[in-house]
C-alpha cells in the first residue's frame, strides 16, 4: 500500500523545527497542502518569528508543493479560528491535523514555578483542544478528518523534572479517547505519536551518539500512517529510533467483594488478585468499565437468589 495525501489539506503546529518540520515536509511531498504552523520562539516558549515556519513553505514550494504559513499561538483560541480560517479561504477544507506544537519547562515539582505549570499545560493541552475545536465542525460537515495528537514518554510512563510536561501529555490522551468516540461517526479517527527525537528538545538528555540514531524522519514514518486514509483509531504509536510499537491501556479483571467484604484490610489482602495480568481487556470506553463491575456485582446478586 502507498501512502498518499494527494488532494488533502494538512495543519501542522509546531512545524517550523524538529518533529513538525519533518512532519510538514513530508506530507507535503506526498501530495497534501499544508498550513506550516509555528510560533518561531525557542523550545522554552520565549520569542516569535515567522522566520521558522516561512522556510519550510519556501522548501515546500522548491520542491513542487503548496503551502502556507502560519504565526498562531495554539494556546490563543482567537488566533487558531484565524489560521483555520486562513486554510478554508484558500483551499476549501481541512482534512488532517497534526498537533505537534510543544515547549519545555523542566525543574522538579518541588522547584517548578506554578506559572510554568500553567503554560506548558496550555500549549501541549488547550492548544490540542483549541486546534481541535476549530476544525472540529469543518471536518464533520465533510464526514472526513484525521488528528494526531502528540503524546510522550513522560507522560504515559512519567519522567523526573517532567510534571507538568508529563500531565499534559497524559491529558491529550485522555482528549484523544473521547473525542474517538464523539468523532466515530463522522468518520474523524483520532490517533496519538509517542515519539523520541533527536531534536532542540531532547538535545541535552540523550547522548550524541544515540542522538545520531534518533531522527525525525524515523518518528515521522509512524506519524503520517496515523493520518492517512486507512489510519487506525484510537492507537498509541511509540516511535524512536527506528523502532515502533503500540502502547495500549487495559484494565486487569480484577475481583469483587460482597458488601459485608468491602473493608479496606480485604481490598489489602487482594492486591495480587487485583494486579492479576492474565486476564486484561482494553475498554472501549468508560461505559465499559461500569459493564464490567456490574456484571460482576450481578453475577453475586444472582448467586444469592440461587441460593434461597
Known amino acids: 500500500m502507498s501512502v498518499s495525501f494527494d488532494g488533502k489539506v494538512a495543519i501542522v503546529t509546531g512545524s ?18 499544508v498550513v506550516v504552523n509555528d510560533l518561531g520562539g525557542d523550545r522554552n516558549g520565549i520569542g516569535s518569528s515567522n522566520e521558522a515556519a516561512r522556510e519550510v513553505v519556501a522548501t515546500i514550494e522548491a520542491a513542487g508543493g503548496e503551502a502556507i504559513a502560519s504565526e498562531a499561538n495554539v494556546a490563543d483560541y482567537a488566533e487558531v ?70 503524546t510522550s514518554p513522560s507522560g504515559l510512563f512519567g519522567n523526573f523534572g517532567q510534571t507538568n510536561y508529563g500531565a499534559a501529555k497524559m491529558a491529550v490522551i485522555g482528549l484523544m479517547n473521547t473525542l474517538v468516540l464523539e468523532g466515530s461517526k463522522y468518520n474523524i479517527q483520532i490517533n496519538a505519536l509517542a515519539p523520541t527525537a533527536g531534536t532542540r528538545m531532547t ?28 489510519a487506525p483509531n484510537k492507537m498509541i504509536l511509540a516511535a524512536s529510533a527506528g523502532g515502533y510499537a503500540s502502547v495500549k491501556m487495559f484494565e486487569t479483571d ?18 495480587n488478585s487485583i494486579n492479576d495480568t492474565a486476564i486484561n481487556v482494553p475498554l472501549e470506553s468508560a461505559g465499559k468499565e461500569t459493564e464490567k463491575f456490574v456484571s460482576k456485582a450481578m453475577a453475586y446478586v444472582q448467586s444469592l437468589q440461587s441460593s434461597q
Open 203 to 230: 538535545e541535552d538528555i540523550i547522548p550524541p551518539p544515540v542522538l545520531k540514531l534518533m531522527t525525525t524522519e524515523a518518528v515521522t514514518a509512524g506519524a503520517l500512517i496515523l493520518c492517512h486514509d486507512e
Open 254 to 271: 480484577g475481583i469483587f467483594l460482597s458488601p459485608a467484604e468491602q473493608r479496606p484490610e480485604n481490598v489489602f489482602e487482594n492486591l
Open 16 to 33: 517550523g523545527n524538529g518533529l513538525g518540520r519533518s512532519h510538514a515536509l513530508a506530507i507535503a511531498a506526498r501530495g497534501a497542502k
Open 81 to 150: 479560528e484565524s489560521m483555520v480560517d486562513q486554510a478554508m479561504d484558500k483551499w476549501g477544507r481541512v482534512d488532517i491535523l497534526i498537533n505537534n506544537a510543544g515547549i519545555l519547562r523542566d525543574k522538579s515539582f518541588a522547584k517548578m514555578d506554578l506559572d510554568d505549570f500553567r503554560l506548558v499545560m496550555d500549549v501541549h493541552l488547550m492548544g490540542s483542544v483549541n486546534c481541535c475545536k476549530a476544525v472540529w465542525e469543518i471536518m464533520k460537515e465533510q464526514n472526513y478528518g484525521r488528528i494526531v495528537m502528540t
